[in-house]
């Protein structure tokens, strides 16, 4: 699976080291030292994925992600933060700006590239994926829209990854450890407990539009979507 991928990173030599890697696994790299830089790329080569470094030059990683959600043309890019971050508020951080996975230094090019191929893999079944609905839910990947009751429901980058499993997969109860593999990725660093954060997010998102009780907690199991609430 080759893809186009970018590196932004202010540092040359971690650049260099994560070229080698990921041209030794086929891919086509292209890098920048700056986030302008790194836009000036994309303005001129359709990109699959994106390494994200935390501190950048200007500005900081987080805010280049922030800043590709916004913008339809990228909002699902899958991104992977690179940091030496570890603290759980930093990663939660990253992932709530946009990114699908984090990555700490140092970390191996084999870890590097299961990340890779694992979001790769992922993103190419986003996209394909037509419109969806399950009971008052109408699920737009590609337009990364959701809407209740014909309404459209704002939410984070997170939130949306969250809610488009659940729909795909009603039903059917996921625990924390389940959720963290399909929605975050297999192999990253994050606490169950954060799940739990998002899912109370994605409530308070459906709140407004949804009174019927469709996310459901299942008490010593997990959580999971139902497509008939009540019955």
Not at 52 to 67: I, K, N, Q, T
Not at 139 to 156: E, F, I, Q, W, Y
Not at 188 to 193: A, L, M, P, S, V
């Amino acid at each position: 699976m080759s893809a186009n991928i970018l590196i932004v990173e202010d540092e040359k030599s971690i650049r260099d080291m994560l070229r080698m890697a990921l041209e030794k696994d086929g891919h086509i790299v292209h890098d920048a030292g700056t986030a302008g830089i790194a836009r000036s790329l994309m303005s001129s080569v359709s990109m699959h994925l994106a390494l994200v470094d935390w501190m950048l030059p200007g500005g900081s990683g987080l805010e280049f992600v922030r800043s590709l959600r916004k913008d339809p043309h990228y909002r699902n890019l899958p991104v992977i933060m690179v940091t030496a971050k570890t603290e759980e508020h930093d990663i939660t951080a990253g992932l709530d700006a946009g990114a699908d996975d984090y990555i700490t230094k140092p970390f191996s090019p084999r870890e590097l590239q299961s990340r890779i191929k694992a979001l790769l893999r992922r993103s190419q079944d986003f996209q394909i994926d037509s419109i969806i609905t399950l009971g008052p839910l109408e699920l737009d990947s590609s337009g990364h829209r959701l809407k209740a009751h014909g309404s459209k429901v704002p939410m984070g980058h997170t939130e949306f990854k969250l809610i488009s499993f659940l729909i795909k997969n009603p039903d059917r109860v996921y625990s924390r450890g389940q959720l963290l593999d399909h929605v975050w990725g297999s192999g990253t660093f994050i606490e169950d407990r954060t799940v739990d954060v998002h899912i109370l997010r994605l409530r308070k998102c459906l709140k407004p539009f949804l009174a019927d009780g469709m996310l459901e907690t299942v008490r010593g199991a997990g959580y999971r979507l139902v497509s008939n609430p009540g019955s």
